[in-house]
């Protein structure tokens, strides 16, 4: 799996961040208020890695996926910001084209 973070995406992303730590992106279906396997893609930052998230390749940023949740996801995609949101995206269409830069911190629990 390869993500490609656009320059617009990686200025948001850094803004985001808090410098302190080490910080990792990770890709995350989220499927709160949803039944069965139902969810939206989007996008986290979290301070650590767990033992069994996978690594996902990104030339600008540490990424992660949890490896049950690397299904919902293309081989390939682009993480771009259109000065409002984050949009997730790959060759066969927009995976989430509204990611909100304030749902980057929410806590994950896979």
Known sequence: MHLTITEAAL??????????RQTYLQI?????GCCGVN????IRLRESKHADDLSVTSEQLSVIIHPQQATFF???MTLDFNQQTFRLTSPQGILNGFISPGELKKDVAV
């Open 11 to 20: 200025n948001r992303l850094y803004q985001e961040m808090n410098t302190d």
């Open 74 to 76: 293309e081989k390939e």
């Open 28 to 32: 995350y279906y989220d499927t709160e």
């Open 39 to 42: 969810g939206v893609p989007t």
